[in-house]
């Protein structure tokens, strides 16, 4: 699923600019009365394309707004969004893209900015997902919360006071929300909240023992106990660790070996990602940001973060076209990133990566779209792309059923 230094600041300002207020009562706050959603069927295509017949125009009539995000389940199952009239649109595919239907929260208004992946948006599996809503004037958030896929929605008013940069949960019970308290200001102080009965209440995990000084580049919790918080503070990387569920901090090491090895002056350093069933490998990503292109590099592990290796992947990324968008891993070893219209692999860690073949398809639609919004892939084998418009008024989706080697419009 799902952006380097200012650009980093940038983002996470604007989720949390979504500000609003979170309980940290132990009861349960009362749902507004608002109707469950009826999943209205959309319009269909005038021409359905077979499973494996390759488009190079997109579906019309399904999906009624500029996509901002989107994060896929598995190879079938895929939510995407965006926002119209300060509205949520949330769309599900239970097919891979051929059909969507709309699943958006009811009353789901005032979201003034992109509601990101991660910052305002989780989905745990296929059918458990959260959504964090709050009112412009920053007096109400709203979390919303569904079992079914987004076939209807549970919401819980969280009356404290935040602005939410970060929503994390690992289990359908437990999850985390990190909170700046003033979204106007770089170095805005912190608070760590976490969940145990799935959102319906929060309690606050960490405030005053969170490092408080600089920028939050990224949070993710490795497990239950094990937590990783990166930050640039006064231009320089760092990384956090916390091995209590959040409610202390120290600062990692791991850090240190990619600067001993890396000549750039700056680099911008975001949260580790862990992969498999026990989460003991991953990779963090890091950049050295220039005026034209960003170099990415990676730190991997293979025993749950105590040690990491360096790896320079000696890959950029133009800016025009590219920004925000990092390497995606599937795994320690398996990665793709796009750079224009090519899209490269890499099997082995990133320390080699091989261009795949042009697609006409991928190249025409890149000539319409050449704004990478976000990449992801699920499998080995099925992978999409969100493009947009530099005016950044259309976006469109594009799918790879083999790899990164072919593509098609959904």
Not at 30 to 44: D, F, R, S, Y
Not at 125 to 141: A, H, N, P, T, Y
Not at 273 to 283: E, H, I, Y
Request: aromatic share 10%; with cysteine.
């Amino acid at each position: 699923m799902i952006r380097r230094s200012t650009l980093l600041l940038i983002g996470l300002l604007l989720a949390g600019m979504l500000s609003g207020c979170l309980s940290t009562g132990s009861n349960e706050a009362k749902a507004p009365q608002a109707p469950e959603p009826t999943v209205t069927p959309e319009p269909q295509p005038t021409a359905k394309p077979g499973a494996d017949t390759k488009k190079d125009t997109p579906s019309e009539f399904q999906i009624q707004t500029r996509l901002l995000d989107f994060h896929l389940i598995d190879e079938r199952t895929g939510y995407a969004w965006g926002v119209t009239n300060q509205s949520l649109r949330m769309y599900r595919t239970l097919d891979g893209g051929q059909t969507w239907q709309n699943v958006s929260p009811p009353s789901a208004g005032n979201f003034k900015f992109s509601p990101g992946y991660g910052q305002a948006i989780s989905f745990l599996d296929k059918q458990r997902g959260w959504i964090v809503r709050s009112d412009l004037e920053g007096k109400q958030s709203t979390i919303w919360q569904t079992e079914n896929g987004g076939g209807s929605w549970k919401a819980v008013d969280l009356p404290e006071q935040m602005n939410p940069v970060v929503l994390d949960f690992q289990t359908p019970q437990n999850g985390w929300m990190l909170s700046i308290t003033d979204p106007s200001k770089a170095d805005s102080g912190r608070i760590l909240y976490s969940t145990s009965n799935g959102g319906s209440t929060w309690q606050r995990a960490a405030d005053a023992q969170l490092p408080q000084e600089g920028t939050i580049t990224g949070l993710t919790f490795q497990n239950l106990r094990t937590g990783w918080l990166s930050m640039e503070v006064k231009g320089q990387p760092k990384m956090y660790r916390s091995e209590d569920g959040g409610r202390t901090w120290k600062e990692s090491k791991v850090i240190a070996a990619a600067r001993s090895s890396e000549a750039c002056e700056v680099v911008d350093v975001l949260q580790p990602v862990f992969f498999g069933s026990d989460r003991s490998k991953g990779w963090i990503p890091f950049s050295c940001p220039s005026s034209e292109a960003d170099q990415f590099h990676g730190l991997f592990t293979d025993d749950g973060g105590v040690n990491w290796s360096y790896a320079p992947f000696k890959v950029g990324t133009d800016k025009e076209s590219n920004a925000f968008t990092l390497p995606f891993f599937l795994s320690e070893t398996d990665g793709w990133y796009l750079d224009k219209n090519i899209v490269y692999h890499t099997s082995d860690k990133g320390k080699t990566w091989a261009p795949l073949n042009e697609d006409k398809i991928l190249s025409r639609t890149w000539s319409k779209y050449p704004q990478l919004t976000q990449l992801q892939f699920v499998s080995e084998n099925v992978g999409w792309i969100l493009l947009e418009t530099k005016d950044q008024k259309r976006s469109v989706l594009v799918q790879t059923k083999d790899g990164g080697k072919s593509w098609s419009v959904l």
